[in-house]
């Protein structure tokens, strides 16, 4: 589990004309030239959400689609965020209706063959606390690192993580985050370039993404499974 695009198994795809509707989705309309792959429940800065995974040619950003659609922005977006895949950008929105819907699709999707991730909450939820960040708790209890602040958290069945932004570059919040597992007792190594991945027996492992961001950087904690 990496992204809210892999929180499932993509067992179901079912095709759909342009801006159809969406079953079980409190009628919201699917994107044009996507296929609905998947669905599944996912808690977001500690409100449920129902969440739709679909594929295919995404025509523009997640902004345009949602004008199309008539949605409105609701807080600010978070790009630049890493993942085993490359960069993801995320967006809020209202439907007009109350209701809070989150889109999350790859920065580079446009034009291509790629997926778009949709939640419906069952409430508003808080996206930043009195400190200036996303409610939550950092994964499998993993000590904050970089001096971070942290943008958005996700919990489900079988996993957990949490986005990050921090002043200091990627590379150095790679070494921090190395230095401080090992020192409780994890065995880390590079799981791919600008990546960790972390085991320690009878614990989730933990897969810390980093990227370089115009400020500074944005990182990536998630804690999937448990080691034997």
């Not at 790629?114 to 939640?119: G, T």
């Not at 930043?128 to 690192?145: S, Y």
Request: glycine share 14%; net charge neutral.
């Amino acid at each position: 589990m990496t992204t809210v695009a892999t929180l499932a198994v993509l067992t179901l795809s079912l095709s759909a004309d342009a801006h159809s509707r969406i079953s079980g989705a409190g009628n919201l309309p699917l994107p044009a030239g996507m296929q609905k792959m998947t669905e599944g429940s996912v808690c977001i800065n500690g409100v449920r959400a129902r969440y739709f995974l679909f594929k295919g040619r995404i025509s523009g950003s997640i902004y345009s689609y949602a004008g199309e659609v008539g949605w409105k922005p609701a807080g600010r977006p978070i790009r630049g965020i890493p993942t085993p895949d490359g960069g993801m950008e995320l967006g809020v929105f209202e439907d007009g209706g109350g209701r809070m819907i989150l889109l999350c699709a790859p920065e580079d999707s446009a034009g291509g063959e790629s997926w778009l991730a949709m939640a419906l909450f069952e409430r508003k939820p808080e996206w930043m606390d009195g400190r200036g960040e996303a409610p939550g708790h950092e994964p499998a209890g993993v000590p904050r690192i970089a001096a971070s602040r942290r943008l958005l958290h996700l919990s489900g069945d079988g996993f957990e993580a949490a986005w990050y932004s921090s002043h200091a570059p990627a590379a150095s919040v790679l070494a921090e985050g190395l230095a401080v597992l090992r020192s409780r007792g994890w065995t880390v190594s590079p799981a791919r370039e600008g990546a960790l991945l972390a085991v320690r027996r009878g614990e989730p492992s933990v897969a810390l993404h980093a990227r370089d961001s115009a400020d500074g950087s944005r990182f990536l904690i998630i804690a999937s499974g448990r080691e034997q």
